[in-house]
């Protein structure tokens, strides 16, 4: 079946630091690539989205690469804010069986000032 | 714009009561489901819908009951609630079009506690 991989946090850092969070999945299809992000309190939000191979997702200062060859998806921005405070979630969409779409576990981020 | 809407916001229910959690949207969308969140288990498919009239199972159905009459609506019932169920509850939708390019449109969630 289709899953997604991402790394466990929470993941801490200083503001105005470099953020990366790996995702990686396995899929039936040729799926589409989605980042969330839920801010504390309230539901999730779409990031970004790539629909198919090198296609790059960005939105906000984040960035994410489709890589088909290496089936990841890693999210990136390069100088965080306090604001950027969240649980970003990984997930993928494959055009059948419902169209379900399937989420990884979340990666806290903590941003200090 | 009021997109996914969800109530109540919150809710405290004694074991083996009943309750139907509501879900709306006015984007015509023809994919509605229902997640639950619980700590470090990330989202869960409970259940889901493709159109009125039609519905499915997800990753976790048992104790939940769903039905769609209309295109905006998208109801979860509870049917004897358990301690296990406590949870955060989302409902989301989507366009069916285009098949898998489309993400998803959540609700602000049901903050559910079951004593």
């Known amino acids: 079946g289709d899953s997604v991989t991402q790394m466990e946090g929470p993941v801490t850092l200083s503001e105005e630091a470099f953020l990366t969070i790996n995702c990686t999945y396995t899929a039936t299809g040729y799926p589409s690539l989605f980042w969330y992000v839920q801010y504390p309190g309230e539901g999730l939000q779409l990031l970004l989205k790539?629909?198919?191979?090198?296609d790059k997702g960005s939105n906000k200062g984040f960035e994410a690469t489709y890589r088909k060859e290496t089936t990841s998806f890693h999210l990136e921005k390069g100088s965080v804010q306090v604001s950027d405070s969240a649980v970003y979630f990984c997930?993928?969409?494959?055009?059948?069986?419902?169209?379900?779409?399937?989420f990884g576990g979340g990666t806290r981020v903590l941003v200090k000032p | 714009n009021a997109g996914v809407t969800q109530t109540p916001k919150f809710q405290v229910l004694k074991t083996g009561q009943s309750m139907t959690l509501q879900c709306a949207q006015d984007m015509n969308h023809e994919y509605m489901s229902w997640y639950r969140q619980d700590p470090g288990m990330g989202l869960r498919l409970i259940h889901y819908?493709?159109?009125?009239?039609?519905?499915d199972q997800g990753e976790v159905p048992n104790g939940y009951n769903v039905s769609r009459s209309t295109t905006e609506d998208f109801p979860l019932r509870l049917l004897s609630a358990a301690p296990s169920q406590t949870s955060v509850y989302f409902c989301?939708?989507?366009?069916?079009?285009?098949?898998?390019?489309?993400?998803?449109?959540f609700g602000s969630g049901t903050r559910l506690t079951v004593v």
């Open positions: 989301a939708s989507s366009y069916l079009g285009q098949g898998a390019h489309y993400g998803y449109t």
């Open positions: 819908s493709v159109g009125a009239g039609i519905t």
């Open positions: 997930a993928l969409r494959v055009g059948a069986a419902g169209n379900k779409l399937t």
């Open positions: 790539a629909t198919k191979a090198d």
